[in-house]
């Protein structure tokens, strides 16, 4: 297997990785949701009527739905459907019933799933130096030839990717450096179980990666449980001989970086 990924399944299963992935994605939850008294105070009078529309309604107000239900989230698209689909909204109505209102208010009220907020943790963690520098704006790291990592949002990242590191991709970047001369770009992810849409995360990165011209060095920086030696398509994935692809922990980034 590529060198880096190597290097990252030692660390995984040889060291404290958990404890220093943690600098990088930090989980610590949110508080619990704020509840809009005006919207509760509807819920609880169409609750306590029975009014099966208007409780649905109401409840769909609030940023979370105390039910995981498939057709939720049609209805969050098309309120019309409400008035269209009754024995969905009794169905659901039933199941609401069940809760009672303590509940639902818990539920309405649950902090967000850790892995929602994954999102900007790695670019928090390189604007706080972690890489011995911090990003700087396109200005300045165009008018240098310097180690330099570029800050900026997903657009702006894309647009420099491609018109000046000929890549071919629409996905947002994580990561765009350059160090010793050469440019590195990279998408970051952090993976929490094996199959599903954790497998289509190495796919997607891998697609990136494999729509890069020759201007830039692509790397997948990958973390989570994709280095736990076991027989998952996962595993086998980013281990495997053959592989094009550099793949690594992001804990492993910094010093790849700097003898690239």
Do not use: H
């Amino acid at each position: 297997m590529n060198y880096w990924t190597q290097l990252s399944v030692d660390f995984a299963n040889q060291r404290n990785y958990l404890d220093e992935l943690f600098r990088v994605y930090p989980t610590i939850p949110e508080g619990i949701r704020e509840i809009s008294e005006s919207i509760w105070t509807e819920v609880e009078n169409r609750f306590e009527k029975k009014d099966n529309t208007g409780l649905i309604k109401a409840l769909l107000k609030l940023n979370l739905f105390p039910i995981k239900n498939s057709y939720v989230a049609y209805l969050r698209e098309d309120k019309s459907a409400i008035e269209r689909n009754p024995q969905t909204i009794n169905r659901l109505c039933g199941r609401l019933y069940e809760l009672g209102l303590d509940k639902i208010y818990k539920k309405c009220s649950e902090s967000k799933e850790t892995n929602r907020q994954m999102g900007n943790k790695f670019r928090q963690w390189l604007d706080k130096g972690c890489l011995g520098i911090k990003p700087v704006p396109l200005d300045e790291f165009s008018q240098s030839t310097d180690n330099a990592v570029l800050s900026g949002g997903d657009a702006e990242l894309l647009k420099f990717a491609q018109n000046e590191l000929g890549y071919k991709g629409n996905k947002g970047l994580d990561l765009i450096a350059r160090f010793n001369g050469k440019y590195v770009i990279g998408e970051a992810k952090f993976l929490t179980s094996p199959g599903g849409n954790q497998d289509k995360s190495i796919l997607d990165a891998a697609t990136a990666l494999s729509t890069t011209g020759t201007k830039a060095v692509a790397v997948a920086i990958l973390d989570g449980v994709l280095y736990i030696p076991r027989k998952t398509r996962m595993f086998r994935a980013v281990t495997a001989d053959n592989s094009k692809y550099i793949i690594m922990s992001a804990l492993v980034l910094r010093e790849f970086l700097y003898q690239i």
